[in-house]
């Protein structure tokens, strides 16, 4: 249940930050309201995880895995530009997540 928090968590986090450069710093209303909702619903599920797990491997997964989707979000449907050293860095945070994990207590 813990892992359905912080994935769920993790995702609406990644949502959030989507439609935050679709908002046009917060000038577009339905986009706007979406952020809002989904930064709260993000830091709501995340504060669950948080009681049954470890607050460093919580939000080292919760924070790697979300810049590492936003940044793979960023590079196939919005335009930006996919250098070998941004693919590098995406495995490297990736990598450090599953380090944390591996060496946390469960």
């Known amino acids: 249940m813990v892992w359905v928090l912080l994935i769920s968590a993790i995702t609406a986090e990644v949502t959030a930050t989507s439609f935050l450069k679709l908002s046009e710093g917060l000038t577009k209303l ?11 619903a993000s830091f709501t599920l995340l504060a669950q995880a948080l009681k049954k797990m470890e607050l460093g491997i919580a939000y080292a997964i919760w924070s790697g895995l979300g810049t590492a989707a936003i940044a793979l979000i960023g590079m196939m449907f919005m335009e930006e530009r996919a250098t070998m050293a941004k693919v590098f860095g995406i495995a490297l945070i990736i990598g450090g997540v599953v380090l944390l994990n591996l060496t946390g207590d469960h």
Not at 30 to 40: D, E, G, R, T
Request: overall charge neutral; hydrophobic content about 65%; some cysteine.
């Open 30 to 40: 339905l986009p706007s309201l979406v952020v809002a909702v989904c930064y709260i």
